[in-house]
């Protein structure tokens, strides 16, 4: 079937070349061409817009919000420095609120998550919206969304942006995998290095409380720990796509 979210790109990125070609790939991405059309032209068909801007909390990177019916993906512009995988990381971690937003209103499955509606079931009180939502609807159905994505989408977005870089970025794919030889990876750069690159803006969830909770015995590394290595190491990451 044909990905549900048609997302027209602003000129706010196409205008800018980098950002425009880390786009480009992501449009090539199994992960995104599952769930997303990236075009450069609106349409009747358009239900989505990707842009650049500021977002409503100054620190996040990015954020999605739903405005009468049109998906609105706002990626911070305070944070251009940052590499590009981790800028394309951004957008991952937005287009998944953005289908779980469509999913939902569809009443439909999801390429993204195969048990969709037994999970949907699961985390139900976590969409439905309360009296306690009228304050902030916006912060709190994206902590609701991001318990359920801590819970069930970290392994196939981690599996997404793997690959993402090995097929669009191979050059600094292969450089960052012997590096991180020396880091935690002695094989090279595995799923888990990339699912903790997620853990980034799920700090509220209950997993990421108790993955913080765990503790091991010197020298080993408990799983936050390795997790705070791996996005410390992940700012070294380069612009392939230019500066």
Not at 20 to 44: G, N, P, R
Not at 137 to 148: A, I, M, P
Not at 176 to 188: I, L, R, V
Not at 195 to 209: I, S
Request: proline content about 6%; charged content about 25%; aromatic content about 10%.
């Amino acid at each position: 079937p044909l990905p549900m979210l048609r997302i027209y790109i602003d000129s706010s990125i196409t205008d800018d070349p980098r950002l425009s070609c880390i786009v480009d790939k992501l449009a090539l991405s199994e992960f995104v061409s599952k769930i997303a059309e990236l075009t450069k032209t609106k349409d009747k068909n358009t239900n989505s817009i990707l842009k650049l801007g500021n977002t409503k909390n100054p620190t996040a990177y990015g954020e999605t919000k739903n405005v009468a019916g049109f998906n609105e993906i706002t990626i911070n512009k305070s944070y251009l420095h940052r590499p590009d995988l981790m800028f394309a990381r951004t957008i991952f971690h937005e287009l998944a609120h953005a289908e779980i937003m469509a999913a939902l209103k569809a009443n439909r499955i999801t390429p993204i998550d195969g048990n969709f509606p037994a999970n949907l079931d699961l985390y139900i009180t976590f969409y439905l919206n309360t009296s306690a939502d009228k304050e902030d609807k916006d912060d709190l159905l994206g902590n609701r969304q991001h318990t359920y994505m801590a819970a069930n989408l970290l392994p196939v977005m981690g599996r997404g942006l793997m690959n993402f870089h090995r097929e669009q970025f191979p050059e600094e794919f292969k450089r960052f995998s012997d590096f991180m030889k020396d880091a935690g990876y002695p094989k090279g750069l595995s799923e888990d290095f990339y699912m903790n690159l997620f853990w980034e803006g799920l700090e509220t969830t209950t997993a990421y409380k108790q993955m913080a909770a765990i503790t091991v015995q010197p020298p080993f590394l408990s799983p936050f720990d390795k997790m705070k290595n791996d996005l410390w190491n992940a700012e070294k990451l380069t612009k392939p796509c230019g500066n």
